[in-house]
Protein backbone atom coordinates (compact mmCIF):
# COMPACT_ATOMS: atom_id res chain seq x y z
CA UNK A 1 0.00 0.00 0.00
CA UNK A 2 1.11 3.47 -0.31
CA UNK A 3 2.16 5.56 2.31
CA UNK A 4 0.74 8.93 2.23
CA UNK A 5 -2.83 9.13 3.91
CA UNK A 6 -4.70 10.32 0.62
CA UNK A 7 -2.78 7.75 -1.61
CA UNK A 8 -4.54 4.80 0.78
CA UNK A 9 -7.55 6.11 0.85
CA UNK A 10 -8.04 6.10 -3.24
CA UNK A 11 -6.36 2.59 -3.75
CA UNK A 12 -9.02 1.64 -0.67
CA UNK A 13 -11.73 2.75 -3.06
CA UNK A 14 -9.90 1.26 -6.14
CA UNK A 15 -10.68 -2.42 -3.89
CA UNK A 16 -14.34 -1.19 -3.65
CA UNK A 17 -14.50 0.25 -0.46
CA UNK A 18 -16.27 2.93 1.45
CA UNK A 19 -13.80 5.52 2.90
CA UNK A 20 -14.06 8.10 4.77
CA UNK A 21 -11.77 10.48 6.86
CA UNK A 22 -11.51 10.39 10.34
CA UNK A 23 -10.13 12.36 13.46
CA UNK A 24 -6.56 11.60 14.09
CA UNK A 25 -6.73 12.33 17.84
CA UNK A 26 -10.45 11.59 18.38
CA UNK A 27 -11.20 8.20 16.29
CA UNK A 28 -14.36 10.45 15.11
CA UNK A 29 -15.80 11.15 11.58
CA UNK A 30 -14.99 14.38 9.76
CA UNK A 31 -17.76 14.11 7.68
CA UNK A 32 -21.35 13.11 8.19
CA UNK A 33 -21.40 9.57 7.42
CA UNK A 34 -24.17 7.82 7.16
CA UNK A 35 -24.82 8.43 3.26
CA UNK A 36 -21.52 6.36 2.88
CA UNK A 37 -22.93 3.28 4.50
CA UNK A 38 -25.28 3.09 1.24
CA UNK A 39 -22.81 4.66 -1.60
CA UNK A 40 -19.26 5.65 -2.00
CA UNK A 41 -17.68 8.46 -2.40
CA UNK A 42 -15.90 9.23 -5.33
CA UNK A 43 -12.24 9.50 -5.99
CA UNK A 44 -12.69 13.69 -6.11
CA UNK A 45 -14.71 13.87 -2.64
CA UNK A 46 -11.75 11.69 -1.18
CA UNK A 47 -9.13 14.09 -2.56
CA UNK A 48 -11.12 17.34 -1.11
CA UNK A 49 -11.54 15.99 1.92
CA UNK A 50 -7.82 14.78 2.09
CA UNK A 51 -6.70 18.22 0.85
CA UNK A 52 -8.65 20.06 3.30
CA UNK A 53 -7.37 17.92 6.38
CA UNK A 54 -4.03 16.21 5.71
CA UNK A 55 -3.65 15.21 8.58
CA UNK A 56 -6.74 12.99 9.01
CA UNK A 57 -6.71 8.83 9.23
CA UNK A 58 -8.18 6.97 7.09
CA UNK A 59 -11.41 5.29 8.01
CA UNK A 60 -13.68 2.16 5.96
CA UNK A 61 -16.73 1.92 6.29
CA UNK A 62 -17.71 -1.58 7.49
CA UNK A 63 -20.91 -3.77 6.20
CA UNK A 64 -22.09 -4.34 3.02
CA UNK A 65 -21.18 -1.38 1.53
CA UNK A 66 -17.45 -2.36 1.81
CA UNK A 67 -17.92 -6.33 2.19
CA UNK A 68 -15.92 -6.05 5.22
CA UNK A 69 -16.11 -7.10 8.42
CA UNK A 70 -13.64 -6.88 11.42
CA UNK A 71 -13.22 -8.80 14.32
CA UNK A 72 -11.28 -5.89 16.87
CA UNK A 73 -9.34 -7.12 19.96
CA UNK A 74 -8.04 -4.31 21.92
CA UNK A 75 -6.18 -6.34 24.33
CA UNK A 76 -4.10 -9.35 24.92
CA UNK A 77 -6.97 -11.44 26.60
CA UNK A 78 -9.65 -10.57 23.44
CA UNK A 79 -7.14 -11.54 20.64
CA UNK A 80 -6.08 -14.44 22.57
CA UNK A 81 -10.45 -14.95 22.81
CA UNK A 82 -10.79 -14.12 18.89
CA UNK A 83 -8.04 -16.65 18.02
CA UNK A 84 -9.91 -19.66 20.42
CA UNK A 85 -13.30 -18.59 18.43
CA UNK A 86 -11.57 -18.86 15.34
CA UNK A 87 -11.38 -15.07 13.99
CA UNK A 88 -7.69 -15.12 13.51
CA UNK A 89 -7.72 -13.77 10.01
CA UNK A 90 -4.57 -13.85 7.83
CA UNK A 91 -5.53 -10.42 6.70
CA UNK A 92 -4.94 -8.15 9.82
CA UNK A 93 -4.28 -4.94 11.31
CA UNK A 94 -1.96 -3.98 14.26
CA UNK A 95 -3.62 -1.28 15.78
CA UNK A 96 -2.35 1.25 18.99
CA UNK A 97 -3.84 -0.99 21.48
CA UNK A 98 -4.15 -4.52 19.76
CA UNK A 99 -5.55 -5.98 16.18
CA UNK A 100 -8.47 -5.96 13.68
CA UNK A 101 -9.14 -9.28 11.71
CA UNK A 102 -10.75 -8.55 8.81
CA UNK A 103 -13.03 -10.75 6.81
CA UNK A 104 -15.32 -11.12 3.58
CA UNK A 105 -18.78 -9.30 4.22
CA UNK A 106 -21.34 -12.46 3.28
CA UNK A 107 -23.64 -10.31 1.39
CA UNK A 108 -26.72 -12.23 2.69
CA UNK A 109 -28.16 -10.35 5.97
CA UNK A 110 -27.48 -7.30 7.78
CA UNK A 111 -24.61 -8.06 10.52
CA UNK A 112 -24.38 -5.33 13.01
CA UNK A 113 -21.82 -5.00 15.58
CA UNK A 114 -21.95 -6.06 19.51
CA UNK A 115 -23.96 -3.01 20.36
CA UNK A 116 -27.03 -4.18 18.82
CA UNK A 117 -26.26 -7.51 20.95
CA UNK A 118 -25.93 -10.08 17.60
CA UNK A 119 -23.45 -11.55 15.53
CA UNK A 120 -23.66 -15.04 13.56
CA UNK A 121 -26.94 -15.59 14.89
CA UNK A 122 -25.76 -16.07 18.67
CA UNK A 123 -24.61 -13.68 21.34
CA UNK A 124 -21.42 -11.96 20.74
CA UNK A 125 -18.14 -13.28 22.84
CA UNK A 126 -18.67 -11.43 26.22
CA UNK A 127 -15.04 -10.79 26.51
CA UNK A 128 -13.87 -7.43 27.68
CA UNK A 129 -11.97 -5.31 24.76
CA UNK A 130 -13.33 -7.91 21.81
CA UNK A 131 -15.89 -6.03 19.38
CA UNK A 132 -17.33 -6.79 16.31
CA UNK A 133 -17.54 -3.82 13.34
CA UNK A 134 -20.30 -4.70 10.95
CA UNK A 135 -23.12 -3.23 9.01
CA UNK A 136 -23.59 0.79 10.49
CA UNK A 137 -19.96 1.04 11.93
CA UNK A 138 -16.14 2.12 10.43
CA UNK A 139 -12.88 0.78 11.32
CA UNK A 140 -9.25 3.54 11.41
CA UNK A 141 -7.31 1.47 8.84
CA UNK A 142 -3.55 2.17 8.08
CA UNK A 143 -0.96 4.02 7.24
CA UNK A 144 -3.54 5.86 9.56
CA UNK A 145 -1.57 7.09 13.09
CA UNK A 146 -0.06 3.18 14.98
CA UNK A 147 -1.76 1.63 12.61
CA UNK A 148 -0.29 -1.30 10.26
CA UNK A 149 -1.36 -4.21 7.80
CA UNK A 150 0.01 -7.45 9.03
CA UNK A 151 -0.59 -10.28 6.35
CA UNK A 152 0.55 -13.75 6.49
CA UNK A 153 2.78 -15.17 3.76
CA UNK A 154 1.83 -13.72 0.11
CA UNK A 155 -1.92 -13.49 1.00
CA UNK A 156 -3.86 -10.24 -0.55
CA UNK A 157 -6.66 -8.90 -0.15
CA UNK A 158 -8.40 -11.21 -2.32
CA UNK A 159 -7.20 -14.25 -0.72
CA UNK A 160 -9.39 -12.90 2.57
CA UNK A 161 -11.66 -15.18 4.06
CA UNK A 162 -15.30 -15.01 4.05
CA UNK A 163 -17.19 -14.29 7.50
CA UNK A 164 -19.29 -17.80 7.32
CA UNK A 165 -20.42 -17.48 10.67
CA UNK A 166 -23.59 -14.82 9.94
CA UNK A 167 -26.89 -14.31 10.73
CA UNK A 168 -30.13 -13.88 8.99
CA UNK A 169 -31.67 -10.98 7.70
CA UNK A 170 -32.59 -8.61 10.36
CA UNK A 171 -36.06 -10.32 11.50
CA UNK A 172 -39.39 -7.88 11.32
CA UNK A 173 -42.92 -9.13 13.25
CA UNK A 174 -45.67 -9.58 11.49
CA UNK A 175 -48.48 -8.62 13.23
CA UNK A 176 -51.32 -9.15 11.02
CA UNK A 177 -52.55 -11.88 12.27
CA UNK A 178 -51.84 -11.23 15.77
CA UNK A 179 -48.97 -14.33 15.72
CA UNK A 180 -47.59 -15.21 19.16
CA UNK A 181 -43.79 -15.15 19.64
CA UNK A 182 -43.37 -18.70 19.02
CA UNK A 183 -44.52 -18.36 15.49
CA UNK A 184 -41.78 -15.68 14.74
CA UNK A 185 -38.29 -16.25 14.11
CA UNK A 186 -36.67 -13.97 16.20
CA UNK A 187 -33.13 -16.18 16.29
CA UNK A 188 -31.20 -13.68 15.02
CA UNK A 189 -31.71 -11.78 18.16
CA UNK A 190 -29.64 -11.50 21.39
CA UNK A 191 -31.21 -10.61 24.83
CA UNK A 192 -29.42 -10.63 27.45
CA UNK A 193 -29.94 -12.32 30.95
CA UNK A 194 -28.30 -12.99 34.14
CA UNK A 195 -24.74 -11.48 33.23
CA UNK A 196 -23.22 -12.85 36.46
CA UNK A 197 -24.11 -16.33 35.03
CA UNK A 198 -23.11 -15.26 31.50
CA UNK A 199 -19.68 -14.35 32.58
CA UNK A 200 -19.32 -16.92 35.39
CA UNK A 201 -20.07 -19.83 32.65
CA UNK A 202 -17.57 -18.65 29.54
CA UNK A 203 -14.66 -18.64 31.97
CA UNK A 204 -15.87 -22.06 33.25
CA UNK A 205 -15.84 -22.80 29.32
CA UNK A 206 -12.15 -21.62 28.84
CA UNK A 207 -11.30 -23.35 32.17
CA UNK A 208 -11.96 -26.63 30.49
CA UNK A 209 -9.25 -27.12 28.35
CA UNK A 210 -7.03 -27.21 30.89
CA UNK A 211 -6.05 -30.68 32.79
CA UNK A 212 -7.07 -29.46 36.12
CA UNK A 213 -9.66 -27.37 34.80
CA UNK A 214 -8.13 -24.51 36.64
CA UNK A 215 -6.43 -21.19 34.19
CA UNK A 216 -2.44 -20.65 34.89
CA UNK A 217 -2.12 -17.05 36.14
CA UNK A 218 0.57 -17.00 33.71
CA UNK A 219 1.05 -17.96 30.29
CA UNK A 220 -1.67 -14.31 28.75
CA UNK A 221 -4.71 -16.08 29.74
CA UNK A 222 -5.89 -12.75 30.13
CA UNK A 223 -6.61 -13.53 34.24
CA UNK A 224 -6.22 -9.70 34.94
CA UNK A 225 -8.92 -8.93 32.69
CA UNK A 226 -11.47 -11.69 33.60
CA UNK A 227 -11.27 -10.53 37.55
CA UNK A 228 -12.09 -7.17 36.23
CA UNK A 229 -14.83 -7.96 33.47
CA UNK A 230 -16.43 -10.19 36.66
CA UNK A 231 -16.49 -7.51 39.39
CA UNK A 232 -17.70 -5.46 36.88
CA UNK A 233 -21.14 -7.40 36.57
CA UNK A 234 -20.58 -8.78 39.68
CA UNK A 235 -21.47 -4.74 41.28
CA UNK A 236 -24.84 -5.28 39.93
CA UNK A 237 -25.59 -7.83 43.07
CA UNK A 238 -22.91 -7.59 45.01
CA UNK A 239 -22.97 -4.12 45.36
CA UNK A 240 -18.86 -2.53 46.13
CA UNK A 241 -18.37 -3.44 49.74
CA UNK A 242 -17.17 -6.62 51.06
CA UNK A 243 -20.16 -9.14 49.34
CA UNK A 244 -17.98 -7.89 46.03
CA UNK A 245 -14.39 -8.80 47.19
CA UNK A 246 -16.06 -12.40 48.82
CA UNK A 247 -17.24 -12.43 44.89
CA UNK A 248 -13.93 -12.11 43.63
CA UNK A 249 -12.13 -14.24 45.67
CA UNK A 250 -14.73 -17.26 45.07
CA UNK A 251 -14.25 -16.27 41.57
CA UNK A 252 -10.49 -16.90 41.25
CA UNK A 253 -10.75 -19.48 44.07
CA UNK A 254 -12.72 -21.54 41.24
CA UNK A 255 -11.33 -21.17 38.16
CA UNK A 256 -7.85 -20.17 38.51
CA UNK A 257 -4.71 -22.34 39.71
CA UNK A 258 -3.77 -19.25 41.88
CA UNK A 259 -5.44 -16.50 42.93
CA UNK A 260 -3.96 -13.04 41.81
CA UNK A 261 -1.52 -11.56 44.03
CA UNK A 262 -3.25 -9.37 46.67
CA UNK A 263 -1.93 -6.01 45.36
CA UNK A 264 -3.37 -7.00 41.87
CA UNK A 265 -6.78 -7.78 43.03
CA UNK A 266 -6.86 -5.01 45.23
CA UNK A 267 -6.57 -2.73 42.49
CA UNK A 268 -9.07 -4.92 40.02
CA UNK A 269 -11.65 -3.94 42.78
CA UNK A 270 -11.00 -0.61 43.94
CA UNK A 271 -11.04 0.22 39.96
CA UNK A 272 -14.38 -1.29 39.58
CA UNK A 273 -15.70 0.01 42.79
CA UNK A 274 -14.15 3.85 41.26
CA UNK A 275 -15.90 3.30 38.03
CA UNK A 276 -19.03 2.40 39.61
CA UNK A 277 -19.19 5.59 41.95
CA UNK A 278 -17.87 7.56 38.54
CA UNK A 279 -20.45 6.31 35.77
CA UNK A 280 -23.27 5.42 38.23
CA UNK A 281 -23.58 8.35 41.17
CA UNK A 282 -27.20 7.67 41.45
CA UNK A 283 -26.62 4.30 42.96
CA UNK A 284 -25.00 6.24 46.02
CA UNK A 285 -27.06 7.87 48.30
CA UNK A 286 -25.35 11.16 50.04
CA UNK A 287 -22.93 9.80 51.97
CA UNK A 288 -21.38 7.58 49.41
CA UNK A 289 -23.32 4.45 50.60
CA UNK A 290 -24.24 2.02 47.68
CA UNK A 291 -27.85 1.68 47.29
CA UNK A 292 -28.90 -2.22 47.45
CA UNK A 293 -30.94 -2.93 44.12
CA UNK A 294 -33.15 -5.56 44.06
CA UNK A 295 -32.40 -6.33 40.73
CA UNK A 296 -29.18 -5.82 37.90
CA UNK A 297 -29.20 -2.82 36.08
CA UNK A 298 -31.65 -3.05 32.73
CA UNK A 299 -28.91 -4.14 30.45
CA UNK A 300 -30.42 -2.43 27.67
CA UNK A 301 -28.03 -1.84 24.96
CA UNK A 302 -29.67 -0.04 21.98
CA UNK A 303 -27.57 0.83 18.67
CA UNK A 304 -28.62 3.82 17.40
CA UNK A 305 -29.09 4.27 13.37
CA UNK A 306 -26.62 6.49 12.99
CA UNK A 307 -22.83 6.55 14.39
CA UNK A 308 -21.49 3.70 16.09
CA UNK A 309 -18.06 4.85 16.82
CA UNK A 310 -15.44 2.58 18.17
CA UNK A 311 -14.68 3.10 21.97
CA UNK A 312 -12.06 5.45 23.09
CA UNK A 313 -9.88 5.21 26.64
CA UNK A 314 -11.68 5.36 29.65
CA UNK A 315 -9.39 8.28 31.31
CA UNK A 316 -10.17 10.77 27.93
CA UNK A 317 -12.00 13.58 29.26
CA UNK A 318 -13.47 15.55 26.30
CA UNK A 319 -15.92 18.05 27.92
CA UNK A 320 -17.97 20.33 25.25
CA UNK A 321 -16.71 24.20 24.77
CA UNK A 322 -17.73 27.16 22.64
CA UNK A 323 -15.87 24.80 19.92
CA UNK A 324 -18.18 22.73 19.80
CA UNK A 325 -21.01 24.85 19.43
CA UNK A 326 -21.32 24.71 14.95
CA UNK A 327 -21.05 20.90 15.51
CA UNK A 328 -23.90 20.76 17.82
CA UNK A 329 -25.87 22.94 15.83
CA UNK A 330 -25.55 20.99 12.69
CA UNK A 331 -25.64 17.80 14.25
CA UNK A 332 -29.23 18.77 15.89
CA UNK A 333 -30.37 19.46 12.83
CA UNK A 334 -30.73 16.28 11.99
CA UNK A 335 -32.92 15.47 14.21
CA UNK A 336 -35.64 17.04 12.10
CA UNK A 337 -39.60 16.72 12.82
CA UNK A 338 -41.29 13.45 12.20
CA UNK A 339 -44.58 15.50 13.02
CA UNK A 340 -44.47 18.73 13.17
CA UNK A 341 -44.14 20.89 15.36
CA UNK A 342 -44.10 18.52 18.59
CA UNK A 343 -42.15 15.27 17.65
CA UNK A 344 -38.55 14.47 16.44
CA UNK A 345 -36.18 11.81 16.37
CA UNK A 346 -34.18 11.83 19.64
CA UNK A 347 -36.79 13.04 21.82
CA UNK A 348 -39.32 12.29 24.73
CA UNK A 349 -42.79 13.42 24.76
CA UNK A 350 -45.54 12.63 27.73
CA UNK A 351 -48.75 12.88 26.76
CA UNK A 352 -51.21 12.63 29.38
CA UNK A 353 -54.90 13.12 30.16
CA UNK A 354 -57.74 11.54 32.12
CA UNK A 355 -59.03 7.88 31.05
CA UNK A 356 -61.26 7.97 28.14
CA UNK A 357 -60.46 11.40 27.04
CA UNK A 358 -58.74 10.74 23.87
CA UNK A 359 -54.96 10.67 24.61
CA UNK A 360 -54.73 7.38 22.83
CA UNK A 361 -57.09 8.38 20.36
CA UNK A 362 -55.21 11.17 19.55
CA UNK A 363 -51.91 9.30 19.81
CA UNK A 364 -52.81 6.21 17.11
CA UNK A 365 -54.37 8.59 14.74
CA UNK A 366 -51.18 11.12 14.75
CA UNK A 367 -49.04 8.14 14.18
CA UNK A 368 -51.05 6.60 11.82
CA UNK A 369 -50.85 9.45 9.76
CA UNK A 370 -47.05 9.25 10.35
CA UNK A 371 -46.53 5.86 9.30
CA UNK A 372 -48.40 6.06 5.65
CA UNK A 373 -47.01 9.86 5.24
CA UNK A 374 -50.11 11.76 5.90
CA UNK A 375 -50.29 15.26 7.56
CA UNK A 376 -53.16 15.26 10.11
CA UNK A 377 -54.69 18.69 10.05
CA UNK A 378 -52.04 21.09 11.59
CA UNK A 379 -49.65 18.13 12.33
CA UNK A 380 -47.77 18.28 9.16
CA UNK A 381 -46.06 14.85 8.09
CA UNK A 382 -42.93 15.08 5.61
CA UNK A 383 -42.35 10.98 4.82
CA UNK A 384 -43.30 7.79 6.43
CA UNK A 385 -41.71 6.67 9.12
CA UNK A 386 -42.04 3.47 11.06
CA UNK A 387 -43.97 2.95 14.69
CA UNK A 388 -43.87 0.60 17.14
CA UNK A 389 -46.68 0.86 19.57
CA UNK A 390 -46.73 -1.04 22.81
CA UNK A 391 -50.52 -1.39 24.60
CA UNK A 392 -50.75 -2.86 27.01
CA UNK A 393 -54.34 -2.06 27.82
CA UNK A 394 -56.91 -3.01 24.92
CA UNK A 395 -57.66 -5.84 23.74
CA UNK A 396 -58.75 -8.05 20.66
CA UNK A 397 -61.55 -6.52 19.58
CA UNK A 398 -60.83 -2.94 20.00
CA UNK A 399 -57.07 -3.10 18.33
CA UNK A 400 -58.62 -4.72 15.45
CA UNK A 401 -61.74 -2.39 14.88
CA UNK A 402 -59.06 0.34 15.03
CA UNK A 403 -56.52 -1.28 12.57
CA UNK A 404 -59.67 -1.88 10.32
CA UNK A 405 -60.89 1.84 10.52
CA UNK A 406 -57.38 3.16 9.75
CA UNK A 407 -57.04 1.15 6.98
CA UNK A 408 -59.99 1.74 5.42
CA UNK A 409 -60.00 5.62 6.33
CA UNK A 410 -56.46 6.43 5.63
CA UNK A 411 -54.64 3.57 3.71
CA UNK A 412 -52.86 0.20 4.08
CA UNK A 413 -49.14 0.19 5.43
CA UNK A 414 -46.66 -1.95 7.12
CA UNK A 415 -44.96 0.96 8.95
CA UNK A 416 -47.52 1.01 12.23
CA UNK A 417 -46.50 -2.24 14.38
CA UNK A 418 -48.02 -2.98 17.79
CA UNK A 419 -47.30 -5.07 20.28
CA UNK A 420 -49.88 -6.30 22.92
CA UNK A 421 -50.00 -9.20 25.54
CA UNK A 422 -52.13 -11.20 24.12
CA UNK A 423 -49.88 -11.82 21.20
CA UNK A 424 -47.45 -12.92 23.29
CA UNK A 425 -46.74 -15.96 25.89
CA UNK A 426 -44.15 -13.82 27.23
CA UNK A 427 -45.43 -10.77 29.61
CA UNK A 428 -43.56 -7.19 28.88
CA UNK A 429 -43.55 -5.48 32.74
CA UNK A 430 -40.28 -3.08 32.43
CA UNK A 431 -40.19 -3.54 36.33
CA UNK A 432 -38.71 -7.08 35.72
CA UNK A 433 -35.48 -7.57 33.93
CA UNK A 434 -36.94 -10.68 32.00
CA UNK A 435 -40.06 -8.52 30.88
CA UNK A 436 -37.72 -5.51 30.12
CA UNK A 437 -35.54 -7.54 27.39
CA UNK A 438 -38.30 -8.97 25.89
CA UNK A 439 -39.06 -5.49 25.47
CA UNK A 440 -35.55 -5.16 24.20
CA UNK A 441 -36.01 -7.63 21.76
CA UNK A 442 -38.72 -6.05 20.31
CA UNK A 443 -37.02 -2.66 19.75
CA UNK A 444 -34.14 -4.65 18.22
CA UNK A 445 -36.00 -6.13 15.71
CA UNK A 446 -38.16 -3.56 14.28
CA UNK A 447 -35.89 -0.84 14.86
CA UNK A 448 -38.46 1.86 14.67
CA UNK A 449 -38.45 5.79 14.10
CA UNK A 450 -40.80 5.84 16.74
CA UNK A 451 -42.06 4.19 20.15
CA UNK A 452 -44.88 4.18 22.15
CA UNK A 453 -45.57 3.00 25.76
CA UNK A 454 -49.51 3.34 26.87
CA UNK A 455 -49.60 3.47 29.63
CA UNK A 456 -46.60 3.62 31.30
CA UNK A 457 -48.63 2.51 35.01
CA UNK A 458 -49.55 -0.51 32.64
CA UNK A 459 -45.97 -0.95 31.66
CA UNK A 460 -44.31 -0.87 35.04
CA UNK A 461 -46.94 -2.65 36.75
CA UNK A 462 -46.82 -2.23 40.43
CA UNK A 463 -45.15 1.67 39.96
CA UNK A 464 -45.52 3.37 43.03
CA UNK A 465 -45.39 7.25 41.13
CA UNK A 466 -45.70 8.88 43.47
CA UNK A 467 -42.29 8.26 44.69
CA UNK A 468 -39.32 10.21 43.46
CA UNK A 469 -36.89 7.07 43.39
CA UNK A 470 -39.46 5.00 41.37
CA UNK A 471 -39.25 7.88 38.00
CA UNK A 472 -35.52 7.09 38.27
CA UNK A 473 -35.19 4.25 36.40
CA UNK A 474 -38.41 5.09 34.05
CA UNK A 475 -36.33 7.73 33.05
CA UNK A 476 -33.00 5.66 32.84
CA UNK A 477 -34.90 3.79 30.13
CA UNK A 478 -36.50 6.33 28.34
CA UNK A 479 -33.29 8.57 28.08
CA UNK A 480 -31.28 5.38 26.85
CA UNK A 481 -34.05 4.98 24.35
CA UNK A 482 -33.66 8.63 23.58
CA UNK A 483 -30.04 8.80 23.61
CA UNK A 484 -30.11 5.91 20.79
CA UNK A 485 -32.10 7.94 18.36
CA UNK A 486 -35.55 6.95 19.13
CA UNK A 487 -38.47 9.51 19.17
CA UNK A 488 -40.53 8.39 22.85
CA UNK A 489 -43.75 8.78 23.49
CA UNK A 490 -45.46 7.63 26.59
CA UNK A 491 -48.82 7.93 27.96
CA UNK A 492 -49.88 9.08 31.52
CA UNK A 493 -53.12 10.04 33.64
CA UNK A 494 -53.84 12.81 34.93
CA UNK A 495 -54.75 13.54 39.36
CA UNK A 496 -58.19 13.95 39.74
CA UNK A 497 -59.68 17.75 39.11
CA UNK A 498 -58.41 20.12 41.80
CA UNK A 499 -60.88 23.39 43.19
CA UNK A 500 -58.33 25.68 40.60
CA UNK A 501 -58.94 23.21 37.77
CA UNK A 502 -58.00 19.82 35.84
CA UNK A 503 -55.19 17.72 37.57
CA UNK A 504 -51.34 17.32 36.36
CA UNK A 505 -49.92 14.38 35.32
CA UNK A 506 -50.27 11.82 38.23
CA UNK A 507 -47.48 10.89 40.76
CA UNK A 508 -43.91 13.21 41.63
CA UNK A 509 -42.59 15.70 39.30
CA UNK A 510 -39.58 13.79 38.90
CA UNK A 511 -41.19 12.40 35.88
CA UNK A 512 -41.00 15.33 33.88
CA UNK A 513 -37.16 15.54 34.11
CA UNK A 514 -36.11 14.40 31.25
CA UNK A 515 -39.41 14.94 29.03
CA UNK A 516 -38.61 17.78 26.33
CA UNK A 517 -42.28 18.13 25.61
CA UNK A 518 -45.30 17.60 27.61
CA UNK A 519 -48.88 17.42 25.45
CA UNK A 520 -52.15 17.32 27.80
CA UNK A 521 -55.28 16.25 25.64
CA UNK A 522 -58.80 16.95 27.43
CA UNK A 523 -62.28 16.40 26.26
CA UNK A 524 -64.72 19.57 25.50
CA UNK A 525 -68.00 18.71 25.48
CA UNK A 526 -71.42 20.92 24.65
CA UNK A 527 -73.94 19.68 27.51
CA UNK A 528 -72.19 20.88 30.79
CA UNK A 529 -73.33 17.84 33.00
CA UNK A 530 -71.62 15.72 31.03
CA UNK A 531 -68.16 18.23 31.11
CA UNK A 532 -68.56 17.91 34.82
CA UNK A 533 -68.94 14.47 35.20
CA UNK A 534 -66.41 13.72 33.32
CA UNK A 535 -63.73 16.40 34.41
CA UNK A 536 -64.09 17.91 30.92
CA UNK A 537 -64.09 21.41 29.19
CA UNK A 538 -67.34 23.18 28.46
CA UNK A 539 -67.92 24.25 24.98
CA UNK A 540 -69.25 28.03 26.09
CA UNK A 541 -66.40 28.34 28.24
CA UNK A 542 -63.83 27.68 25.15
CA UNK A 543 -65.83 29.50 23.15
CA UNK A 544 -65.61 32.47 25.48
CA UNK A 545 -61.84 31.96 25.67
CA UNK A 546 -61.62 31.71 21.99
CA UNK A 547 -63.74 34.98 21.04
CA UNK A 548 -66.79 33.28 20.71
CA UNK A 549 -65.69 30.76 18.16
CA UNK A 550 -67.70 27.44 19.09
CA UNK A 551 -65.10 24.73 18.48
CA UNK A 552 -68.44 22.12 17.06
CA UNK A 553 -69.84 24.71 14.80
CA UNK A 554 -66.69 25.05 13.33
CA UNK A 555 -65.59 21.57 13.06
CA UNK A 556 -68.79 20.63 11.86
CA UNK A 557 -68.42 23.29 8.92
CA UNK A 558 -65.25 21.55 8.41
CA UNK A 559 -67.07 17.88 7.80
CA UNK A 560 -68.78 16.34 5.24
CA UNK A 561 -72.14 16.29 5.29
CA UNK A 562 -72.95 12.48 5.82
CA UNK A 563 -70.39 13.30 8.71
CA UNK A 564 -71.01 12.97 12.35
CA UNK A 565 -68.64 14.62 14.78
CA UNK A 566 -68.01 12.73 17.95
CA UNK A 567 -65.24 13.86 19.56
CA UNK A 568 -63.54 16.92 20.13
CA UNK A 569 -60.44 17.41 22.36
CA UNK A 570 -58.06 20.06 23.33
CA UNK A 571 -54.58 19.44 23.01
CA UNK A 572 -52.51 21.94 25.46
CA UNK A 573 -48.27 22.13 25.81
CA UNK A 574 -47.49 21.77 28.98
CA UNK A 575 -43.72 21.85 29.98
CA UNK A 576 -41.44 21.98 26.52
CA UNK A 577 -37.76 22.42 26.82
CA UNK A 578 -37.70 24.02 22.76
CA UNK A 579 -40.45 26.90 21.80
CA UNK A 580 -40.98 26.42 18.56
CA UNK A 581 -42.84 29.66 16.03
CA UNK A 582 -44.88 26.52 14.83
CA UNK A 583 -46.18 25.96 18.11
CA UNK A 584 -49.49 26.69 19.34
CA UNK A 585 -50.11 27.17 23.03
CA UNK A 586 -53.23 25.50 23.19
CA UNK A 587 -54.65 23.33 20.12
CA UNK A 588 -58.25 22.17 19.14
CA UNK A 589 -58.82 18.29 17.08
CA UNK A 590 -62.13 16.67 16.21
CA UNK A 591 -62.66 13.09 15.23
CA UNK A 592 -65.80 12.33 13.01
CA UNK A 593 -67.30 9.48 11.36
CA UNK A 594 -68.83 9.18 7.62
CA UNK A 595 -71.57 7.06 7.02
CA UNK A 596 -69.34 4.07 5.32
CA UNK A 597 -67.54 4.24 9.63
CA UNK A 598 -64.86 6.16 8.18
CA UNK A 599 -62.61 8.23 10.15
CA UNK A 600 -62.43 11.75 9.76
CA UNK A 601 -59.87 14.25 11.58
CA UNK A 602 -59.72 17.70 11.45
CA UNK A 603 -57.91 19.97 13.38
CA UNK A 604 -57.45 24.10 14.07
CA UNK A 605 -55.28 25.96 11.96
CA UNK A 606 -51.48 25.88 13.03
CA UNK A 607 -49.59 29.33 14.15
CA UNK A 608 -48.34 29.11 10.04
CA UNK A 609 -51.20 27.92 8.67
CA UNK A 610 -53.13 31.15 10.14
CA UNK A 611 -50.45 33.50 9.00
CA UNK A 612 -50.89 32.02 5.20
CA UNK A 613 -55.02 32.19 5.39
CA UNK A 614 -54.46 35.58 6.63
CA UNK A 615 -52.08 37.08 4.13
CA UNK A 616 -54.29 34.93 1.43
CA UNK A 617 -56.93 37.76 2.67
CA UNK A 618 -54.67 40.62 2.00
CA UNK A 619 -53.46 41.40 5.81
CA UNK A 620 -49.95 42.96 6.15
CA UNK A 621 -47.49 41.18 7.25
CA UNK A 622 -46.96 43.28 10.41
CA UNK A 623 -50.61 42.76 11.38
CA UNK A 624 -49.89 38.92 11.21
CA UNK A 625 -46.67 39.30 13.31
CA UNK A 626 -49.43 41.90 15.71
CA UNK A 627 -51.65 39.19 15.79
CA UNK A 628 -49.93 35.83 15.93
CA UNK A 629 -47.53 37.31 18.30
CA UNK A 630 -44.34 36.09 16.34
CA UNK A 631 -41.60 37.67 14.99
CA UNK A 632 -41.70 39.56 11.33
CA UNK A 633 -38.57 37.67 10.28
CA UNK A 634 -40.59 34.40 11.21
CA UNK A 635 -43.77 35.87 9.63
CA UNK A 636 -42.20 36.38 6.22
CA UNK A 637 -40.46 33.45 6.32
CA UNK A 638 -44.00 31.52 6.48
CA UNK A 639 -45.85 33.50 3.37
CA UNK A 640 -43.32 34.03 1.04
Not at 79 to 90: K, T
Not at 212 to 241: E, M, Q, W
Not at 314 to 334: G, Y
Not at 404 to 431: A, C, D, H, V
Request: proline share 4%; charged share 25%; hydrophobic share 35%.
Amino acid sequence: MSTTNMDAALEYAELGWSVIPLSATQKHPLVKWKKYQTEHATDDQIVEWFEKWPDADVGIVTGAISGLCVVDADNEASRLRAIAEGYDSPIKVQTKRGWHYYFKHPMDGVIRGPRSGVQAGKHWIDENGLDFRGDGSYVKAPPSTNYSWVMDGYMDFDDMPKFVDYIKPQATVDNSEFQGLDSIDLSSLAMEGDLRRDIWKETEDYAKQFDNGKIPTTGGHGVHDRVFSYLSHAVLTHGVGDELEVAGRDFMERFYEEPLPEHKFKVNLDNVREKEMRNHPERFDIEGNYIPRDQPDMGLDFQAEEEEAEEEEDDVVKPITVANADQLIEEAANFTYLIEPWLRKGSITQIFGYSGHGKSMFTQHALYHLAVGRSMGAYEVEKPATVLYFDWENGRATIGNMLNRFRNSFGSTENFKMWTPFISQKEISLNDQKGLMEFQRWVMAINPDVLVIDTVRSAFSGLEESKAEAWARINTILLKLRNAGFAVIWLHHSNKPTEGGLGREAGSTNQLTVVETQMRITQVYEDEGTARQNAGLIARDVAEREGGNCVFQRFRQQIPRNANLTVVMEIRYGKVREWSDLMERVMYVAFARDEHDNSIVVTSRSPKQKAIWYHENNRTIDNIADALHRPLRTIKEWVE
